[in-house]
C-alpha cells in the first residue's frame, strides 16, 4: 500500500524481484491512481512502466500487483503528481507531507497521544477527510469519515490512509499491533478476499464509516523511536507495513486474557490462535520472543481460576476443572498434583 512517510524510491530493475512474492494487492487501487493522473490530464504510462503492470491488466477487475510493485508505483507517482495523497483528497498533499506528520508525532509519550495528534494534524492538511482516535471501553479504533464523494477513488483512500496509519503506529512503538477488524463505508469489491492481507480480523463492508480496530492497550505503550529513527525511517526505500514487526508488547497479555475469559474456546494452540486473528506458528514464535510458552501461560491462567474457584465456592471438583479449562476432571486432578502436590480435593480441606 502506499506509505507516503519513506522518500527514495527503489532502483528495481530486476524483474524477479520487482515480481517476486505473492500478487496481492488488487489492481482495482491502481486504477484509481491512474484516475488521478487522467485528473490532472497527465500520462500515466511510464509510472505502470516502472512498476512493470501492463496497461491491459487495468481492466482486469480480478488482476493484482506484487507489494514491490505497489511501492514502486506509488513512490513514483507520488513524486510525478507531487500529491502523497494520490488524488483522493480536494487538495494535492505535496512531497513531504506524510513525512512532516509522522515528525510531529514523534516527540509523543503515548502511542496514544501520537495518534491523537497525526489525525489532528493531518485534518490540517486534507479538511475532506476526518481521522479520530476513539475508545469504547477495551477497544481502541481509528475512525475515518470522508467528506466528500470520492467515486472510484474512495477505496484507494480508505486502504491507503488506514494502511499508513496502522504502518506508523506500529513503527512508533516497536510492536506488531494486532488488529480486531476493519469496517469501510462501501459495498465488498470483487477482490474482498484481499483485505485478510492487508488488514488483521475481519472485515465488514457498507459500514457508516471507514475505521480500524485494536486493543485499546497499545494506546499507553510508549513511543520508542527518536529522531535519528525518523531520519532513517524517511529515506528508507522498503515501504513502511505492520508485518515488518513480528513481535506483539501485548501479546501474553492477550493470551491471558483469552485464556481466563474463554477456558472452552482455547484448549489447544489452534483455537486460541484463531480468536487472536494469527497462526499456530506465529503464535509460538511470538510468544518465545516475548520468553514465554503456551503451555506456561496455560498453567498459570488454569491454576489461578482453579486455586480461587476452590477457595471461594463449594463447587464440585468437575465443574471447577471445566471452569478453568479442562476436557475432564481426570486431567484436571493430574495437572493440580503436578503444581501443588496435592489432588484439588486434599488441598481444599474436604
Same mark, same amino acid.
Given at each position: 500500500?502506499?506509505?507516503a512517510?519513506?522518500?527514495r524510491?527503489?532502483q528495481?530493475? @530486476? ?7 505473492p500478487?496481492?494487492?488488487p489492481?482495482?487501487?491502481i +486504477?484509481a491512481m491512474?484516475?488521478a493522473? !487522467?485528473? +490532472?490530464?497527465m500520462?500515466? &504510462? ?8 501492463p496497461?491491459a491488466q487495468l481492466?482486469n477487475?480480478?488482476?493484482s500487483?506484487t507489494?514491490? !510493485?505497489? *511501492?514502486?508505483?506509488s513512490g ?8 502523497e495523497?494520490l ?7 505535496p512531497?513531504?507531507s506524510?513525512? =512532516?506528520?509522522a515528525r510531529a ?7 496514544g497521544?501520537?495518534l491523537?495528534?497525526?489525525?489532528r494534524?493531518?485534518g490540517?492538511?486534507?479538511? @475532506?477527510?476526518t ?6 471501553g477495551e ?6 469519515h470522508?467528506?466528500?464523494d470520492? $467515486?472510484?477513488?474512495?477505496?484507494l483512500?480508505a486502504v491507503?490512509?488506514l ?9 512508533y ?14 459495498a465488498a469489491?470483487?477482490h474482498?478476499?484481499a483485505?485478510?492481507?492487508?488488514f ?20 499507553s505503550?510508549? /513511543? ?7 531520519? !532513517?525511517?524517511?529515506q ?5 507495513t /505492520? ?5 506483539d508488547r501485548l =501479546? /501474553? ?13 482455547a484448549?489447544?494452540a489452534? @483455537? =486460541?490462535?484463531?480468536l487472536?486473528?494469527? &497462526?499456530?506458528?506465529?503464535l ?5 520472543d ?8 496455560k498453567?498459570?491462567? +488454569? ?6 474457584l476452590?477457595?471461594r465456592t463449594?463447587r464440585?471438583?468437575?465443574?471447577v476443572?471445566e ?5 475432564? *476432571?481426570k &486431567?484436571?486432578? +493430574?495437572?493440580f498434583?503436578?503444581w501443588?502436590g496435592?489432588?484439588? $480435593? ?5
Open positions: 500500500m502506499p506509505q512517510v519513506h522518500r524510491l527503489p528495481l530493475t @530486476d524483474t524477479t524481484r520487482l515480481l517476486g512474492g500478487a496481492l494487492t489492481m482495482a487501487l +486504477r491512474v484516475l493522473y !487522467q485528473a +490532472r490530464g500520462d500515466p &504510462s511510464q509510472v505502470l512502466e516502472q512498476a512493470q503492470i496497461p481492466k477487475p480480478t488482476a500487483i507489494a514491490t !510493485q505497489m *511501492e514502486v508505483i513514483a507517482a507520488m513524486r510525478e503528481l507531487d500529491d495523497g488524488g483522493c483528497f480536494a487538495r494535492a498533499l512531497w513531504g506524510y513525512g =512532516l506528520l508525532s514523534l516527540s509523543s509519550p503515548t502511542l497521544v501520537a491523537k495528534r497525526w489525525c494534524h493531518h490540517l492538511l486534507a479538511p @475532506d477527510a481521522l479520530s482516535l476513539e475508545v469504547d477497544v481502541a479504533s481509528i475512525v475515518l470522508l467528506h466528500r470520492r $467515486g472510484p477513488m474512495t477505496e483512500c491507503s490512509l494502511r499508513n496509519i496502522h504502518g506508523l503506529a506500529s513503527w512503538v516497536k510492536s506488531r499491533i494486532a488488529l480486531l477488524g476493519a469496517q469501510f463505508p462501501y469489491p470483487p474482498a478476499e483485505y485478510a492481507v492487508l488483521d480480523g475481519p472485515t465488514r463492508f457498507d459500514a457508516e464509516h471507514a475505521a480500524i480496530h485494536f486493543d485499546a492497550r497499545y494506546l505503550l510508549p /513511543v520508542r523511536r527518536d529522531e535519528a529513527a525518523m531520519n !532513517q525511517l524517511l528508507r526505500a522498503l515501504p513502511l /505492520v508485518r515488518s514487526y513480528r513481535r =501479546l /501474553v497479555q492477550r493470551v491471558r486474557q483469552v485464556l481466563a475469559s474463554r477456558p472452552q474456546d484448549h489447544n489452534n @483455537d =486460541l490462535a484463531a487472536l486473528n494469527t &497462526s499456530p506458528r506465529t509460538h514464535r511470538q510468544l518465545k516475548e520468553g514465554a510458552s503456551l503451555q506456561g501461560l498453567d498459570e491462567v +488454569r491454576r489461578q481460576r482453579a486455586t480461587e476452590l477457595l463449594k464440585p471438583i468437575k465443574q476443572a471452569a478453568a479449562g479442562f476436557q475432564n *476432571e &486431567s484436571f486432578i +493430574r495437572a498434583k503436578g501443588t496435592q489432588s484439588p $480435593g486434599d488441598w481444599r480441606g474436604e
